[in-house]
């Protein structure tokens, strides 16, 4: 399916918008990819053009540890903080039904991939080196680029990752284009993927 204009421009938008919020059957439209790919800003905008909730795990994070996520890892170290981002994206997707961003590692732990597998649609918003470069270096709250070459320690995340974010259900190109064209193209595969969504399975654990 391709968009030739911005789909909230077009008049039947709003039928595929809601063709798209039917379609998730629960589901949780999960953005992954690395810092500086746009899904907090893509994610908060395709959340408004689907009327849907909008939830930023790194923030909810901070909220329940009462610190930044840089004070986390001074302070307790990047393990700690990927069992407490595991925990809080568990609780997130079974809440369900809103478009979730999450932060650059979570999708790598298999545990949250699995969870993500099977309670959400993820979306990996996929950009080029320069493209991310340009982006992260607007804001200095980045740990893991803490370094005397920071891009080279980009290069090495997306060597690691990549492979990775390759299993989420749906790749995205995220480029220096509008963010709106970009919430386009996320829409766009989405309703293309719709038919093969299953419910999700009812845990029957007691």
């Known amino acids: 399916m391709t968009l030739q ?11 595929d918008y809601e063709r798209l919020r039917r379609g998730l059957r629960g589901r949780s439209l999960v953005l992954v990819g690395l810092m500086g790919c746009g899904k907090s800003t893509v994610g908060r ?24 996520i840089p004070e986390i890892f001074a302070a307790h170290g990047e393990p700690y ?25 979570a999708f790598m732990d298999t545990t949250t991939r699995a969870l993500v597998r099977a309670r959400g ?8 080196l ?27 995340l997306m060597d690691e990752r990549y492979p990775v974010y390759a299993e989420a ?19 766009a595969a989405v309703l293309d993927y719709l038919p093969g969504i299953r419910p999700i399975e009812k845990d029957t654990r007691a």
Request: glycine residues 8%; hydrophobic residues 40%; aromatic residues 2%.
């Open 169 to 187: 259900d749906l790749t995205v190109h995220s480029h220096e284009s509008p963010h709106e064209v970009v919430v386009d193209d996320v829409i």
């Open 81 to 105: 903080f990927r069992d407490g981002e595991r925990r809080v994206i568990a609780r997130l997707l079974a809440e369900g039904g809103h478009v979730l961003a999450t932060g650059g590692g």
């Open 5 to 15: 204009q911005t789909s909230a421009e077009r008049p039947d938008a709003s039928a």
């Open 130 to 156: 320069d493209v991310l470069m340009k982006r992260v270096r607007k804001r200095g709250n980045r740990p893991l680029l803490q370094t005397p070459d920071p891009e080279g320690a980009m290069r090495r």
């Open 121 to 128: 649609i993820s979306v990996w918003l996929k950009a080029d």
């Open 45 to 68: 905008r395709l959340a408004a053009r689907l009327d849907l909730p909008f939830v930023d795990a790194d923030a909810e994070i901070e909220r329940a540890a009462g610190k930044t």
